[in-house]
């Protein structure tokens, strides 16, 4: 079964109800979208295999930084700790070239990145640096996606 992803659930509760302001646009040809959001989830990766599984669920209270292409912080979140836990949201993004950095909480480390098939939630981070892969929000960009995403799966590190 494959497992479907809490951010997923999240954005199109978004659509429907309106809960992210900037995630609805305007409708009519005239309208072009300028802005674009970055999220994903930070989940604890029980069987370290890079790959959020059913039962691994999403971790509260990580910080998660919004890096640009010179590497300067532009935007702090913090990952949700209600009903869609896990969650960072960047919104209202300018085009550009950014990496997301994701503060390790104390006690873990990151899991092995790029492990997932189309569609799961899969780390996408650097253990080495806690960065993702890149991510090239150019205008062509912003306006065919609605959400850029990239996840970050975490394992205990034991003492």
Same mark, same amino acid.
């Given at each position: 079964m494959k497992f479907i992803s809490v951010l997923a659930a999240v954005i199109v509760s978004a659509f429907v109800f309106g809960s992210i302001a900037s995630?609805?646009?305007?409708a009519g040809p005239e309208y072009e979208k300028t802005v674009g959001?970055?999220?994903g989830t930070i989940f604890l990766d029980a069987d370290a295999n890079g790959v959020q599984g059913p039962?691994?669920?999403?971790m509260s209270g990580v910080a998660v930084h919004l890096l640009d292409a010179a590497?300067?912080?532009v935007a702090t979140a913090e990952t949700f700790a209600h009903a869609c836990e896990g969650l960072y949201i960047f919104s209202g993004v300018l085009p550009g070239n950014y990496t997301v950095e994701v503060v390790l909480p104390e006690g873990y480390g990151f899991t092995v990145p790029g492990m997932g098939a189309p569609g !799961?939630? #899969?780390?996408?981070v650097d253990a080495a640096n806690g960065t993702t892969t890149g991510i090239d929000l150019m !205008?062509? #960009?912003?306006?065919?996606?609605?959400?850029?995403v990239r996840d970050a799966g975490l394992v205990p590190i034991e003492a």
């Open positions: 995630a609805a646009a305007p959001t970055i999220g039962g691994e669920w999403g590497g300067e912080r !799961e939630t #899969a780390s996408t !205008e062509e #960009a912003v306006q065919m996606t609605d959400l850029v």
